[in-house]
């Protein structure tokens, strides 16, 4: 165990290997979302995030269908990068996975648009504009990439979380999509739902708490310089 190896050492090497936490803090990250994204030959987990947010996915569908709700799937941890020959290769996307298992499931493949990197203002517009319409039923992405100046919001239903980010801003940039002005539920008197998946016995367990700590942080940072500039002014 790498990490009963590093908690042996002494502080000397643990400064020459301090990247061993880091890389076991992100494999317990990933594992914990999908065990594909960490072991190739991982057997099918019934009770994993991935099988869970396809359910709640097709039960959100199915209960706003009358007025194509839509749903939103964030998640930053993916992919499964292996090196070969040299040279970084993606062996397993658990987005793609999850798009072939919703479409086994009835969904209409045209109604599922993964958002990726470098997309062009236009393309990403026209795709805002179908999902917001309802032709686009599923929508997923990182929180880069389907966060910030995305304005999916008025049919938005259901909004899943799989793995919790590292940074308050970026949770509340998720959670920015659904509640957000101009969600037409508010008018028809629905609520929405938000879920954020957690698996016990895992960093889940704390990773929210991190969080609000985090943000408690910055803010009695932003009162500290609020209440010194009032008193210099």
Not at 4 to 18: H, I, L
Not at 76 to 84: P, V
Not at 131 to 147: F, K, S
Not at 197 to 212: C, I
Request: hydrophobic fraction near 35%; charge should be positive.
């Amino acid at each position: 165990n790498e990490l009963k190896r590093f908690e042996q050492m002494t502080g000397a090497q643990k400064r020459e290997n301090s990247h061993i936490p880091l890389v076991m803090y992100g494999i317990a990250k990933r594992a914990a979302i999908e065990p594909k994204l960490v072991m190739p030959n991982a057997q099918e987990d019934e009770g994993s995030k991935l099988n869970h947010t396809i359910e709640h996915t097709l039960k959100a569908l199915k209960d706003s269908e009358a007025y194509r709700g839509t749903c939103a799937i964030f998640c930053d941890n993916y992919k499964r990068n292996e090196l070969r020959d040299g040279k970084k290769v993606v062996v397993y996307n658990m987005f793609d996975d999850m798009v072939s298992r919703l479409v086994e499931r009835g969904v209409k493949r045209e109604e599922i648009v993964v958002m990726k990197s470098g997309m062009s203002a236009a393309t990403k517009e026209k795709i805002f504009e179908q999902v917001n319409n309802g032709d686009v039923r599923v929508i997923i992405g990182t929180t880069e990439t389907l966060g910030t100046g995305v304005n999916i919001q008025q049919r938005l239903f259901f909004l899943a979380m799989m793995d919790i980010p590292d940074r308050p801003m970026d949770y509340l940039q998720r959670i920015g999509r659904i509640i957000r002005q101009g969600n037409l539920h508010k008018k028809w008197g629905i609520r929405v739902r938000i879920l954020r998946f957690g698996v016990k016995k895992s960093l889940d367990v704390t990773g929210y708490q991190r969080l609000k700590t985090k943000s408690d942080f910055i803010n009695s940072i932003m009162e500290s310089k609020y209440l010194l500039n009032n008193n210099l002014s």
